[in-house]
């Protein structure tokens, strides 16, 4: 989760989140919808079958997890229970473009290059490409 979250603050889409990402409801008390986002991405990372599940094992390493992502608190169950019940399609569009803009702004891989493969004599070898 480390690697991520440095990642995906490195690479902008983070704060693309917090500056772009509008939600009717701004607050959940002192939370902002980074702080739910950043529990979700959590979750779907972790592997745990149930979120009550990954709340659990995460309860340890709150705050530590929750700096990774610059947010001092997880939010607690109840809140995000709410915030997922008053989450609308504009909102999970708004995310998805985050995430897809942040997708299509680099290739996943370099292009490939293609050569043939050498013998030792210094020529190409018949049908053989890399």
């Known amino acids: 989760m480390t690697v991520i979250a440095r990642y995906l603050g490195y690479q ?30 959590g979750y779907a990372i972790s592997g745990e079958r149930t979120l009550e599940t990954f709340y659990e094992g995460l ?27 008053a989450l609308n399609q504009p909102v999970v569009e708004a995310l998805r473009l985050a995430f897809l803009e942040d997708l299509v702004a680099r290739p996943l891989e370099k292009e490939e290059k293609t050569g043939w493969v050498m013998g030792s004599t210094g020529k190409p070898l018949g049908g053989v490409r890399r």
């Open 59 to 85: 309860q340890p390493f709150a705050a530590p997890f929750m700096a990774l992502f610059g947010r001092e608190h997880l939010p607690h169950r109840s809140t995000l229970s709410r915030f997922l019940a």
């Open 12 to 41: 902008g889409v983070l704060s693309a989140i917090t500056e772009r990402v509008r939600f009717a409801r701004r607050r959940f008390g002192h939370y902002d919808l980074i702080d739910f986002v950043a529990v979700l991405l």
